[in-house]
């Protein structure tokens, strides 16, 4: 199936048709960088007044109040309309920015600053989840949900560098005051602009985070290897956590880099990232995972410790960016070999467990840099902070090897049956391979029906070996072979099963139920297009 570009870009622009949908993403897209934004000059201002210590303080002072909310936080959600509550939670932003920007402008002591700052980080914790939960009730059909899921994924690769950028830019005309002062400005436009949000219905989905967390843990017990590399993960943030603070410190005390340094660092970490997500397609297929696990953990250190040696802003821009690349890797590796090491039912759980890990890994992270900085140094924080990690790798390289081995596997030919597919293609390699291990085989025999029109839909077809004729109120429509696949109209329209598919020939398929086949769409921006795409031009030949 070939995609041209008119009839791609047609398709989003009917997606962002909906005027509820359009203004969450617009709102999403002003927000994104704001939120990088304001973590860079609250760490700015803090290093300004008490060089890395008090950057170290100010980290922890505003992330645990932070960690410890954002769980309720994001339930306001679940009782009152998401759509309200995420309009307030711009404008919340908005006036808590704004404050913060009045505290700067008037030099107002620095607890001032601290406090509305940190009632700006609160608020912001709330838009995520309230952003992606709102989605599904502003949506129309799956597939303009998909679409949003899509593009809300794809605002926040971007947001990785431009919030930094914008933040080096502001600050190097007017100080962290100046960020503060826009974001204020746009968030409280953007509250407007979503107070006008309406959702079409309304979905209440039975939470029970506490027991979702529980089982997430007990799962964790059962599993030796799953726990090392939630261990890895968590370090990993840790030794992130400490490079933004190392990163300020680096731009000031060593670069003379000028006001704009941190943003231009953290900008670099941010591209390196996204070069890094595309490498890893190198990945999908890999049956042994252990090697690129360490390649990723040694490119995000190495060139971390490397920096201690940097002579000038260049060098130190270079080697953040390939631990950027490191970090992307790194993270797609250490996903996919937890995601072979548990159940896939529990799979959602244990990574909640890890989102809760990581916040807290975070704080830690910029309480300790601070401490090396004052107790070694600059120079030896970085070797210390980038080395760490890779050597607990090589202490542990026997255990890693064995979590590999016996992580179960995806099977490699369904894995590259789909990669080769419009859908499923652009999926990365964690996303293959979880699909993969969902994919229920299926032998039907010539003359078997697979979906008779006018059913209920409940399952995604893929057509591994064999033929199916494809018919509508008896009249042949389509004859689909090998990679082709089909029952997609029923689960992204929510409407009954709009033809009959019969085998023609003693078949191979692979099914994929519902909620899988939607979980994986989702995933996967240009994978939603292309189906989308296909979608309409098979509909559009049931009128003829
Ligand atoms: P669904 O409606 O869920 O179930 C019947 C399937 O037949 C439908 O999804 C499509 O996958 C497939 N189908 C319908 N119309 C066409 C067509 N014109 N060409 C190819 N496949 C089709």
Redo the contacts with the bound molecule.
């Keep these: 199936m070939s995609l041209d570009r008119g009839e791609t870009s047609g398709n989003v622009t009917a997606v962002l048709q909906n005027r509820s949908l359009r203004r969450a993403l617009i709102a999403f897209t002003a927000f994104r960088p704001t939120e990088s934004a304001q973590w860079i000059a609250i760490l700015v201002y803090a290093y300004g007044r008490g060089g890395s210590r008090e950057v170290g303080l100010v980290a922890i002072g505003m992330l645990l109040p932070t960690a410890a909310l954002a769980p309720f936080l994001a339930q306001i959600g679940d009782r009152v309309n998401r759509e309200r509550a995420l309009a307030c939670a711009y404008l919340a932003i908005g006036v808590a920015a704004g404050l913060t920007a009045l505290a700067a402008a008037l030099s107002l002591p620095a607890i001032a600053f601290y406090a509305f700052a940190t009632l700006a980080t609160i608020t912001i914790s709330m838009v995520r989840p309230t952003h992606l939960s709102a989605l599904p009730e502003l949506a129309e059909t799956p597939a303009q949900l998909t679409a949003a899921n899509a593009l809300s994924s794809t605002i926040e690769a971007l947001a990785i560098f431009v919030g930094p950028l914008l933040a080096g830019l502001l600050i190097a005309v007017n100080g962290p005051g100046a960020v503060f002062g826009a974001s204020s400005l746009l968030m409280l436009a953007v509250g407007f602009l979503a107070l006008a949000i309406h959702a079409r219905t309304r979905i209440t989905e039975r939470k029970d985070p506490v027991g979702d967390a529980l089982e997430g843990f007990r799962e964790l017990r059962r599993r030796p290897g799953a726990r090392l590399l939630l261990g890895f993960v968590a370090g990993q943030t840790m030794v992130i956590g400490a490079l933004d603070v190392l990163t300020v410190v680096l731009a000031y005390s060593v670069l003379a880099m000028g006001p704009s340094g941190p943003g231009v660092l953290s900008a670099a970490v941010g591209v390196g990232g996204l070069l890094g997500a595309a490498a890893t397609v190198t990945l999908i297929g890999r049956e042994r995972l252990a090697p690129a696990f360490f390649a990723g953990v040694a490119v995000i250190g190495v060139p971390i410790a490397l920096i201690a040696f940097a002579n000038g802003p260049a060098a130190a821009v270079v080697l953040l960016g390939i631990a950027g690349i490191g970090k992307s890797f790194f993270e797609v590796t250490a996903r996919t070999l937890l995601q072979r090491s548990v159940d896939d039912d529990v799979l959602a759980r244990v990574f909640g467990v890890q989102e809760g890990l990581s916040m807290a890994a975070l704080a830690v992270g910029s309480v300790v840099a601070p401490i090396l900085v004052n107790r070694l140094g600059v120079e030896p924080a970085f070797m210390l902070v980038g080395l760490i990690l890779p050597l607990i790798a090589l202490l542990v390289f026997q255990r890693i090897r064995a979590v590999d081995r016996d992580a179960a596997l995806a099977d490699p030919r369904s894995v590259a049956l789909l990669r080769g597919t419009s859908i499923f293609g652009p999926l990365g390699p964690a996303g293959l391979e979880r699909v993969a291990r969902n994919l229920i085989p299926l032998e039907v025999a010539e003359g078997a029906v697979v ?1 008779k ?1 006018g059913d209920a ?1 409940d399952r995604f077809y893929l057509i591994e070996e064999g033929k199916v004729v ?1 018919s ?1 109120a008896g009249a042949v ?2 004859v ?1 072979g090998p990679g082709d ?7 992204l329209r929510d ?7 019969k085998a023609e020939e003693p078949s191979s398929l692979l099914a994929l139920d519902r909620q899988h086949f939607l979980a994986a769409v989702t995933g996967s921006p240009a994978g939603a297009v292309a189906l989308a795409t296909e ?1 309409d ?3 559009s ?2 009128d003829v």
Aim: charged residues 30%; glycine residues 8%.
């Design positions: 979906i029109e839909g494809v509508k429509l389509k689909l696949f089909f029952g997609e109209i029923a689960l409407i009954p099963r709009t033809a009959t598919v979608m031009r098979r509909l030949e049931h």
